[in-house]
């Protein structure tokens, strides 16, 4: 039996194919199969799959009459026909560094405890130029945590990290174990786009989790991936519900990780609340969800509002909320601003 069963979930990412397939075959680790699968593509996707379906390493090519409609049907689809120890879910659009299984399955041979192994990714464009390290939006949680190795109980990376983000932001850097992914039930279904983060989090309270800060993993981003067509609703509205589900299976996090936590939340509900396009029942269900996850959400609303007003309308209108701020106690109260912190913004915007 193979150690590693490497799942290729692919749907139309023709154009793509051959380069993540390639750099599979090309890993310096190769005691593998790839499982390969393909979710009704409508571009020439499969005669790719054809040309490499005869590869002694392919062990097995499926083909889905009709579309899934879920990339999570074929993440469990996958790892159904997976026989090895390890599973690698390798994205169809992303590509690997040779050494990338090298590395990760001494990992996971080197403590039966841990569940799964990740490295730092770069994040690739369309043509595959690297574009920086992805995991640049979460340099808040830890601005130096990216940087180095570290093998971590799960349930602490659940308090540290994982309870308000996923700190594990692309399928293709990790390698997990197939009897504990089978424990947890696989990857929820009924998410469209957040059902991975779930997933890490299931599999890290199994055991431990560990990383790899050497980057040898590409994950690309493009016009038609799957997080840039899904709508503001549906993120902020699985967010908030995974976010609440972590937070009955571990411990409470340190209030310091809950303030970043209450701020990461707003950041997607606040912009759902504000949208002119998003009925009021709508907002009236995500309201609901927040109320769940947040003790205090006019506090994390006011302490996001300036920066998403920063990034989306004119410094008058900027300018004009931080004068509100400033002269009305209550907000700044409720916001847990100080006026020496409205000094500095003053001076920001050149008050």
Known sequence: MPTVSVVVPNYNHERFLRQRLDTILAQTYQDFEIVLLDDSSTDDSRAILREYASHPRVACVEFNETNSGSAFKQWNKGVRFARGKYVWIAES???ADPHFLERMTALLDADENVTVAYCRSWLASEDGRTMG??????SFWDPAGWGADFCMDGHQMCRKYLCGTNRIPNASAAVFRKDVYDRVGGADESLVLSSDWKVWIAVA????V?????????FRHHGATLRSRTKLVTAASELLKISAWVRQRIEPPPEEVMRIVYLVLASAWVRVVCSIGVPMETKR???KLVKVCDPH????????LPKWLEET???????????LLDSTYRVRHEAGLTRDGFTQIRARFGR
Do not use: H
Not at 313 to 323: A, C, E, L
């Open 93 to 95: 659009d992303d590509y």
């Open 210 to 218: 560990a990383y790899s800060a050497e980057p040898l993993n590409f």
């Open 133 to 138: 390290f992805a995991d640049g939006y979460a």
């Open 297 to 304: 959400p006019t506090r994390s609303a006011m302490r996001f």
């Open 313 to 323: 309308v004119s410094r008058p209108f900027t300018k004009i909320w931080y004068g």
């Open 285 to 287: 269900e995500i309201m």
């Open 205 to 208: 309270l199994e055991g431990r």
